[in-house]
């Protein structure tokens, strides 16, 4: 089966670093993504991982560890505007289409 | 960049009505799908479609269909909308390389 574990919610202070962690357990890995999730609004598209490493993106980097089915997403030099939800997903091999499976999220709170 | 538009960003239906929700995609993207997302549960796959007339079901198709008769449009059917059916409803879109383009969602009422 298919499971996708990250924090529900978190808070850091603006300006600091923060590190979401996310394990998975797949039955055909064939990458992660995060998106980013304003609420009320739609989620969109942070990063994509499918080799073990680190991708950084400005503030914002994703790490994967394919032999311990985990990742991070570490968002350097907090602003206000990264309050919102942070999903981890992972793309599944085996299936038709390569479908896409979504962790529940993990809330961010930024306080001045 | 690719848009997916959803046509209506807040519905509200009756009980027992028949409810379509429509999605457009000007990618021409092959693969297209329908989430639901409600609080604590995340975003649960309900439909996809990867052509022109296939579909296949995801984690949630029960009281749900779907229309794929353009690649560029992707419908989905509520055949009697029920309370539990109230929800957020995101469908996305996807090249073979990248991940999902989500539209801006519907938010539906059923009453």
């Known amino acids: 089966g298919q499971n996708i574990d990250q924090p529900t919610e978190m808070t850091a202070t603006e300006g600091a670093i923060v590190q979401i962690n996310c394990t998975y357990q797949?039955?055909?890995?064939?990458?992660l993504f995060w998106y980013q999730q304003h609420a009320g609004e739609a989620p969109t598209f942070l990063s994509y991982?499918?080799?073990?490493g680190l991708e950084e993106k400005g503030r914002f980097s994703s790490f994967l560890s394919r032999s311990k089915g985990y990742s991070y997403l570490l968002l350097k030099e907090l602003q206000m505007k990264d309050s919102a939800s942070y999903l981890c997903a992972v793309r599944d091999f085996y299936s038709s289409a390569s479908k896409i499976i979504f962790g529940s999220g993990t809330r961010l709170s930024i306080r001045p | 960049d690719v848009k997916v538009t959803q046509s209506s960003r807040y519905l509200v239906k009756r009980t027992g009505e028949k409810v379509f929700l429509e999605c457009v995609q000007d990618?021409?993207?092959?693969?297209m799908f329908w989430y639901r997302q409600d609080p604590g549960l995340g975003l649960r796959l309900i439909y996809f479609s990867y052509d022109v007339k296939m579909k296949e079901k995801g984690d949630i198709p029960e009281g749900y269909s779907v229309s794929r008769e353009k690649k560029e449009r992707f419908s989905l059917i509520l055949e009697s909308a029920s309370t539990n059916q109230t929800s957020m409803y995101l469908c996305?879109?996807?090249?073979?390389?990248?991940?999902?383009?989500f539209g801006s969602g519907t938010r539906l009422t059923v009453v």
């Open positions: 990618m021409d993207h092959e693969n």
């Open positions: 991982n499918v080799l073990d």
């Open positions: 996305a879109s996807r090249s073979p390389s990248e991940g999902y383009t």
């Open positions: 797949t039955s055909g890995f064939n990458g």
